[in-house]
């Protein structure tokens, strides 16, 4: 019980030393650590050791031409889009790890990225940035439950986009606009901080309507959605600071 | 015995900080009861997860105070209070961080029934293991 105590006052200095930026050093050589593939340590003879480092750097290299060949292919595309973040500069963000309801990038408060922080594929919506620390933000998708969209479908019918177990769904459309299955979904944008439903650019795609849920008795109608990236495929975003 | 615990809990905290949101290293954590482990593995997953420093730790050692508070008055041997622990602290625990009433409570489900599979496993394994014995 006592090194119980001791850790959770240990833990209570480190919350506290971590709010007032002083851990941000160590703290951030550990995140740029964990960008990069851990290695374990192997007991293997000498040369077999050398020919299998060669190996692994002749691996790197190909990885590193193939990551440049995705990234400027990304970039190609990004450009078509640019459209929708018209002077902005774009930032380009690696997929560090995936969940059901987020993403970690590897860019972070040193690469100017804040909390609200837009994230794109495409003219497409990935999500917003929710949480951020030096060199790592986690990126909030719209599939979240705790995230709110203001959105717009392309006849002009307003709503909330926000997710749940069964994916996202619009929500908050009054009975008088008309939703059909294939709508397309866009963010209604707001750039203004002020509540948890501000902070998204304009016409960005959030998906399309797969089905309407419409009761005559609700005060609302309700539209099921799906997205149009498969996010567990995504190997880089644009970020939009 | 300790060193693979350490590799088991660096694994699964790397895995939910980066495929999966399901608190393994919590799981682990509650089967193993390595108050070391459980501050380690907390500032791993805090940095995966973007979060203040510190959070998961202390939300680590507290939930494995409780089960040493719990200790004397309870057989902590038992899976149907492992299990219970298991559902309370991943409830809350994803609730904490995730803020999802409904997907806490599914994690919680998921992870009980896991941990409930492991104890029947490890019973017909002991059972076959010392009838072979015999």
């Known amino acids: ?241 | 015995m300790k060193f693979w615990l350490s590799i088991s809990v660096f694994i699964t905290s790397f895995i939910e900080g980066t495929l999966i949101f399901l608190p393994l290293t919590l799981v682990l954590l509650v089967l193993r009861r390595s108050i070391i482990l459980a501050f380690f593995s907390g500032l791993l997953l805090d940095v995966l997860q973007v979060r203040p420093l510190g959070v998961t730790s202390l939300f680590f050692l507290v939930i494995l105070a409780a089960i040493t508070l719990y200790k004397k008055k309870l057989s902590i041997e038992n899976p149907v209070f492992v299990s219970l622990v298991v559902f309370v602290s991943s409830f809350v625990y994803s609730l904490t961080f995730n803020r999802d009433l409904t997907g806490s409570f599914y994690q919680g489900l998921i992870l009980t029934f896991l941990v409930a599979a492991y104890f029947l496993m490890s019973r017909i394994l002991t059972k076959k293991v010392y009838k072979r014995s015999l």
């Open chain 1, 1 to 241: 019980m006592k090194k119980i105590i001791i850790l959770l006052i240990l833990s209570l200095l480190i919350i506290f030393l971590d709010r007032f930026g002083i851990l941000s050093y160590p703290k951030g050589l550990i995140e740029r650590g964990l960008s990069f593939r851990i290695n374990f340590p192997n007991f293997e003879n000498q040369e077999v050791k050398k020919l299998r480092e060669e190996n692994t750097k002749i691996m790197s290299q190909l990885v590193d031409q193939q990551n440049l060949k995705l990234e400027n292919e990304a970039l190609r595309i990004q450009l078509n889009a640019g459209r929708v973040t018209g002077e902005k500069n774009l930032i380009v963000a690696k997929v560090l790890g995936r969940t059901a309801r987020a993403i970690f990038v590897d860019k972070g408060e040193k690469d100017g990225i804040a909390f609200g922080t837009n994230v794109l594929y495409e003219n497409i919506l990935v999500g917003r940035v929710v949480a951020v620390s030096q060199y790592r933000s986690k990126v909030e998708l719209p599939t979240s439950s705790s995230s709110k969209i203001p959105a717009k479908t392309e006849h002009g019918a307003i709503g909330i986009v926000t997710g749940g177990p069964a994916g996202m769904f619009l929500d908050k459309v009054t009975l008088n606009e008309q939703i059909s299955e294939d709508d397309l979904v866009l963010t209604a944008g707001n750039l203004s901080q002020e509540n948890e439903l501000s902070g998204y650019l304009p016409d960005l795609i959030i998906g399309k309507v797969t089905q309407v849920k419409r009761l005559e008795s609700a005060l609302f109608q309700q539209a099921q959605m799906q997205g149009p990236l498969d996010v567990s495929k995504l190997e880089f975003v644009f970020l939009v600071p």
